[in-house]
């Protein structure tokens, strides 16, 4: 489900499970890729991408509604991992290299920089279309990473944007064609990959205090 490779001083983390769904086997993964890099001794950064045509399209609601699994655990329990991606010690770029969906979606949002396919793929929070409510913490991620106006009409309409349209609204960094979302995304990690992990991960938290907070302590979401 996840791969990690190293280039120099940039870990690339490849979710590589088609939709790339947010199951168990998912959160395990990603969570192992992380304290990977995180026992790194070099300073360090990382990039976030998917395969073929999703980088993830969020939640995986078959998997939760028919395995029995507590699903607002689950999602605390996610949130908890976005909250770790939001606070890591490093620079941090996902290269949405396909479609960007719901926490999906969030979980791009956790990174520094961002990094989207503008010829084809579409980023979208259809919360309000699946009825399922924003925690605070994802109320937080989503209206401190763009400006309120984009999340507005993000969150209240379920609307899907391109990647163009999301450079114009804030919600990404750059948009290129699919062959470049991928050594874009590196280059920004490579340019910024010698910080200070105990100074940046210090700025993080500051920044980020409220946010890392509710969505540390929260007690995840269901379907309204």
Known sequence: MVTLDRSDNVFVLTMDDEENRMNQGWLDGMNAALDQIDQAPDPVALVTTGQDKFFS?????????????????FVAGVERFLARVLAAPYITVAACNGHTFAAGA??????DFRVMRSDRGFLCLPEVDIKIPFTPGMNALITTRMSMTSAHQLMVTGKRIGGDEAKQLGVVNEAVSADEVLPTAISIAAQHGGKDRNTLATIKERIHADTI???????????A
């Open 106 to 111: 969030m979980l791009a949002l956790c990174h």
């Open 213 to 223: 907070q509710l969505l540390s302590n929260s007690a995840g979401t269901k379907p």
């Open 57 to 73: 399209n969020g939640l995986d609601l078959e998997w939760l509604m028919g395995s029995g699994v507590d699903m607002p655990a």
